[in-house]
Structure formats: structure tokens, C-alpha cells
């Protein structure tokens, strides 16, 4: 993924071309959360609208009785083929940037809650008290100037990478074959999910055949099937109906003519 400004290329609910970015925006999502505290290495049980970034425990005992700790940073993974931004009738409330980054407006947000369940990996998180959704921006504010996201530049291990898609695929790609020449994961793999067109979010899995393992992120994710024909062939049945009543109304017309009023009719109580 690329930093520096951000051109817009796809608007949720929009017919027109793609304008410049509204950067609007409700900063008050970033509030503080209590952690809390369940006896494993588990901060948090779950994201939040005001909690964005999750490192989720697993624990997962293999099948010769070991146990493996299996940890995974669940975010939204900004995918290629967003199902949140076509679940959205809000012109405006998300908006997919060339750069791969899927970002919710606020200020154009109905609160109808269709993104939350077009996304696959649950990622949206409604507000009670806004009516609105929130999920995390990938820093969209920090990218856009150059800089490269907040979760990057604070981790201190460096197990994290920002970049374009091609330069951190080819990395993780390196990076499995590293693992399987030189330890005994043979299964790692680069989870990028052809279901949503691929993802920029992408992960390094020591074990790809069960990505569920990591907290359940899923193996095959898709857009709902309701959304696509929502987005699809229902709005073109749709705006045909329209069409033909208008027309049938107009032959009606013409047939017809106007209904006459009876005017004693018309007084009577
Ligand atoms: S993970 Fe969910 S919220 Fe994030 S871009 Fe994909 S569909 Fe949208
Ligand atoms: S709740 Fe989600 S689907 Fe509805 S307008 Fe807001 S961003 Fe769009």
C-alpha cells in the first residue's frame, strides 16, 4: 500500500464520478476503553466502535497434544472488494481509495447498520449513542500525509509492514518460504483471501489450511450473496418497475384521460 495523498476510487451509494476527499470526520471515536481480564494473555474480548485493533489469543492444541499459541491482529482488513461499502445506501459514508484503503465518513452515516452485515469479517461496530459505525482507518489522515499508520510505527518488534500490496506480498511470500525451509511449519502460508479480491490487510500464517485457528478469521470470506443482488440485479428490477409503471400510467392517460370529478360528489360531507 501506498502512502501520500489519497485519490478516492469507489463511493458507497454514489452514481457520479469520484470527487476530491472529505476529510470530515467524528474524532470523538477515540476515547479510552478499560481493558479487562479473562486469565489468558487476552486484553480485550472483542473490538469495539472506540477499539479498532484487537491482538487476539488463541491457544490451540495440534493433534500430537503440543500447544501452539496462535496470535493475530484483527483490524479491518480493507478489502479489495469491500462488502461493507456495497451493503451501503449512504452516498458518501464509505469511500474506497486507490490506494486500497476502505474509509467510513461519519458525517454521511444513516446508521442503518448494512455494513455491519455485509462485512465478512465483523468488523464495523455500531455506536448506540452517535448512531453511527466506526471501524479502523488504517490512519487514512497519517497515509494521506505521508506517514505510515499508528499500529506500524508503534510496534516494537517489527512484526508489523506498511507498503504497496506487491512489495508486502512479496515479503510475506519470502518470509513463508523461510518458514518452511527453515522450521517445521510446512503448511505457513500469505493469507490474502480471493473471496473479497484479496485484502490489504495481509498475515503470515504458520498454519494456512486452518486460518479459523487465528481466532476465527475466515477460510473462504465473501461478499453476502443478499448484497450482491441487492447492488445487482434487485436495484435493476427495481428502477425497471419503476420505469414501467410510469409508463403505464402515461398509456393510461392517454387511454382514459382524466377521471372526471363529480362535483355534488365532491361537496357531500
Ligand atoms: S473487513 Fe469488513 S469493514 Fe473492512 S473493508 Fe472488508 S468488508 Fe469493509
Ligand atoms: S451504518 Fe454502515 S451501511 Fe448504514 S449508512 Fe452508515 S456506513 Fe453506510
Not at 448512531?131 to 500525509?145: H, N
Not at 500464517?205 to 487465528?214: C, F, K, Q, S
Amino acid at each position: 500500500m501506498a502512502n501520500g495523498p489519497l485519490e478516492i476510487k469507489a463511493i458507497s451509494a454514489h452514481r457520479g464520478g469520484t470527487p476530491g476527499r472529505d476529510v470530515a470526520r467524528d474524532y470523538d471515536v477515540c476515547k479510552l476503553r478499560e481493558t479487562t481480564f479473562d486469565n489468558t494473555y487476552q486484553t480485550m474480548p472483542d473490538t469495539a466502535w472506540n477499539y479498532w485493533n484487537l491482538i487476539r489469543f488463541n491457544e490451540h492444541e495440534n493433534d500430537d497434544g503440543t500447544i501452539s499459541w496462535l496470535m493475530r491482529k484483527d483490524q479491518c482488513m480493507h478489502c479489495a472488494d469491500p462488502g461493507c461499502l456495497a451493503a451501503c445506501p449512504a452516498e458518501g459514508a464509505i469511500v474506497q481509495y486507490q490506494n486500497g484503503i476502505v474509509d467510513f465518513n461519519q458525517e454521511h452515516c444513516i446508521g442503518c447498520q448494512y455494513c455491519v452485515t455485509g462485512c465478512p469479517f465483523n468488523i464495523p461496530k455500531f455506536n448506540t449513542k452517535t448512531k453511527k459505525v466506526y471501524k479502523c482507518t488504517l490512519c487514512s489522515d497519517r497515509v494521506g500525509a505521508g506517514l505510515e499508520p499508528a499500529c506500524i510505527k508503534s510496534c516494537p518488534t517489527g512484526c508489523l509492514h506498511f507498503g504497496s500490496k506487491e512489495d508486502m506480498k512479496q515479503l510475506a511470500e519470502s518470509r513463508v518460504t523461510q518458514l518452511k525451509e527453515h522450521t517445521s511449519y510446512a503448511n505457513a502460508g500469505v493469507y490474502d483471501p480471493d473471496g473479497v479480491g484479496g485484502t490489504h490487510v495481509i498475515y503470515v500464517l504458520h498454519d494456512a489450511r486452518n486460518p479459523e485457528h487465528y481466532g476465527g478469521l475466515p477460510s473462504n470470506p465473501t461478499v453476502p450473496f443478499f448484497v450482491k443482488m441487492w447492488k445487482g440485479p434487485l436495484k435493476w428490477i427495481g428502477g425497471m418497475g419503476m420505469a414501467l409503471g410510469i409508463v403505464g400510467v402515461f398509456f393510461h392517460h392517454l387511454r382514459y384521460g382524466s377521471k372526471d370529478i363529480d362535483k355534488e360528489e365532491e361537496k357531500r360531507p
